[in-house]
Nanobody
């Protein structure tokens, strides 16, 4: 059974940075795409970024382009989301998820297994 564990969330001031980690187990890591999603209070879960199994192809939501980067270390079964120039509107619970497909997608419905989430709060 795939398992995903997020870490790295916290409280940061506007303009600051955080790096989220997603540690995976229970499946052949480099076969599958990993996505990062977020859900703010009262809003639907949205796709932030994704990376394909090989780590070459990436995709970002328009709201985070130029500020967030995604990477994966297949030797460590871990995906990272580097978040820079954070804004208050980035405040949400951030989740990683695995898609049982090599290719990237930011659609919530296409992901099969989810982590428990990590809270990111951007506030002065």
């Amino acid at each position: 059974q795939p398992q995903l564990v997020e870490s790295g969330g916290g409280l940061v001031q506007p303009g600051g940075s955080l790096r989220l980690s997603c540690a995976a187990s229970g499946f052949t890591f480099n076969y599958y795409a990993i996505g990062w999603f977020r859900q703010a209070p009262g809003k639907e879960r949205e796709g932030v970024s994704c990376i394909n199994g090989g780590g070459v192809s990436r995709n970002f939501a328009d709201s985070v382009k130029g500020r967030f980067t995604i990477s994966r270390d297949n030797a460590k079964n871990t995906v990272y989301l580097q978040m820079n120039s954070l804004k208050p509107e980035d405040t949400a619970i951030y989740y990683c998820a695995v898609r049982t497909n090599y290719f990237c997608s930011r659609s919530v419905a296409e992901y099969n297994y989810w982590g428990q989430g990590t809270q990111v709060t951007v506030s002065s």
